[in-house]
């Protein structure tokens, strides 16, 4: 049973250019979640998906934060015009239908934005 | 609205030692409540957690928590520390649609 995978696991960005994140959840979990952490403090919730569906997202998620999740499966994270205050670590995460308060996260893609 | 507080930024204690981590929480609806581990540059790594049953919960690697009402707390307990539990350490309350709620983490060293 494989865990939650996230691609890539590092990213370096200058400022101003776009970024895509993919995660990959535990196979039949219908929910996903994103988390934003940076350096030193816990996470921060930006979204998250019911199957397909976005049902919820942070004030934390500017108009330059988009994601997806097409067909309930893999999921989505872009950045347009990334700034400097984007840098941290996008974690993701996914909980079964019979076990929904219990998520289960991936390694994590660190963002340095230059 | 949820919250949760960790007292302690760094906890420091010796090897063999009993581990103590403070969490305490505030929210309106009986809450379901998570430990997280996380190692330098890796995910979250589920220890434990609490969804009103036992009140005593045990997780992996020897840790275990006590849910306590009365005081709004959720402490960490490990009676003997190893050096591999050095990491960092996140208490979580989930919320409305189960999106969780952290604290800002404890630093777990364990000097030799």
Known sequence: ?????????????????????????????NRLYWY???LGQGPEFLTYFQNEAQLEKSRLLSDRFSAERPK??????????????????YLCASSPLALQETQYFGPGTRLLVL | AQSVTQLGSHVSVSEGALVLLRCNYSSSVPPYLFWYVQ???????????????ATLVKGINGFEAEFKKSETSFHLTKPSAHMSDAAEYFCAVSASNYQLIWGAGTKLIIKP
């Open chain 1, 1 to 29: 049973d494989t865990g939650v995978s996230q691609d890539p696991r590092h990213k370096i960005t200058k400022r101003g250019q776009n970024v895509t994140f993919r995660c990959d959840p535990i196979s039949e979990h």
């Open chain 2, 39 to 53: 190692y330098p540059n890796q995910g979250l790594q589920l220890l434990l957690k609490y969804t009103s049953a």
């Open chain 1, 36 to 38: 934003r952490q940076t």
């Open chain 1, 72 to 89: 309930g499966s893999f999921s989505t994270l872009e950045i347009q015009r990334t700034e400097q205050g984007d840098s941290a670590m």
